[in-house]
């Protein structure tokens, strides 16, 4: 090897090392449409939270498309996944989830079956699609009409309290310390104690057809452990909404059953209705993660309270996927306590859980390059 050629190698921009058995990736992807999340558990399963395609307006209010527009959100993220799947002779996606049916979390799930095989779907409605009465959110005659019509893909309702319901499918006795618990759906709550549950709606007969629960605070929640490490995915869960009834908060049941966790995405995108002073003082996050779509992603109250050591005290780091000039104008220096406010987010657990570290990936090309690492951190 000559000189110059290893001038050029040690010049040339780090990608991101490949996945490993024994290994936790969790992946926040920025196609600036919605939220996605790639899980490659450490024996190669993988899980995808949500695949959103229809979130962003675009500028100045919304994010572009990413890595650009000449593609569907859900065919990039296919793309994505199939990198990071590489380690596996034939990619797929071993579980979905979808937390709730909105177009910037559900809209791009058709693309990305087109283009990487789907085996097995989750979300909070399956089979019969009516509660707390029959889905009419944009978007959802579409993905019912795939799920159901589909020959290759298995579906089922997410169950609050199981953790055998998303399991590792290739080498499960090898990595007994992994679990995924589903902590949350339709206003029911695991306990934190064995598979109870615990219902936090009022019987749908006590209320008014326009006080039903809303689609929000319904999604599926889940908490995914490894060893000592933690991660919760609760997709658009809310805790305050302006003068809403007490039991419209999903946030503090789900805090009491989950305590204290390493990673968290941000309840709602970090919107002013998520992430109250109870749920963080419970919940203590050490990096938490923002999927921003929008100029009110997050709201400014939620930031200061992320920030303030009077709610919970410690060091935290803060990632967000993407972040528009609308926010850093009105937001001003709170934003600028991020860690990093562009890129792909990949959280790295080491084999046994004991420490993680966080890598910014280039999200304007599909070169994976590494922006910026961070850690290693000790789980707790």
Known sequence: MTLLTLLLLAQAPAVLPPWTPGTLDIHTINTG???????????????????????????????????????PAGEWLARYARQM?????????????????????MNGIPDLARHIPIRRILDRGWPSYDWPQPIREPGFNVYRDFVTR??????????????????????RARYPNLEIRNVAVNGEVWTGVAANTVKTY????????????????SSCALR???????YFNGGDLSGDEVGAEPWRDMETPVAKAIGPTDVIKLNHHGNQDSTTAFFLRTVRPRVFLIPVWSSDHPGQTV??????????????????????????QVIGPLLSRLKS?????????????????????????????????FGPYESR
């Open 85 to 105: 799947l590489r380690h596996d002779g034939q990619p797929a996606i071993d579980y979905f989830l979808l937390t709730h049916f909105h177009s910037d979390h």
């Open 224 to 230: 995914v452990s490894y060893g000592a490490f933690d």
């Open 150 to 171: 589909s020959s290759t893909i298995k579906a089922e309702r997410f169950v609050a309290g199981r953790n055998d319901q998303i399991t590792l499918v290739r080498d």
């Open 341 to 373: 406010d562009q890129g792909h987010i990949v959280v790295r657990v080491a084999p046994g859980g004991a420490s993680y570290r966080i890598y910014i990936l280039d999200d304007s090309a599909e070169t994976y390059t590494v922006k910026a690492e």
């Open 303 to 328: 930031l200061t309270r992320l920030y303030s050591e009077r709610i919970y005290p410690g060091p935290r780091d803060g990632f967000a996927i993407n972040m528009l000039e609308a926010n850093k």
């Open 202 to 217: 009022p019987p749908l007969e006590s209320l008014k057809p326009e006080e039903y629960p809303r689609e929000n605070p």
């Open 33 to 71: 449409r919605g939220d996605a999340t790639l899980l490659v558990l450490p024996d190669g399963t993988s899980l995808m939270i949500d695949a959103g395609d229809g979130g962003s307006s675009g500028p100045p209010r919304g994010t572009v498309a990413k890595p650009n527009a000449s593609r």
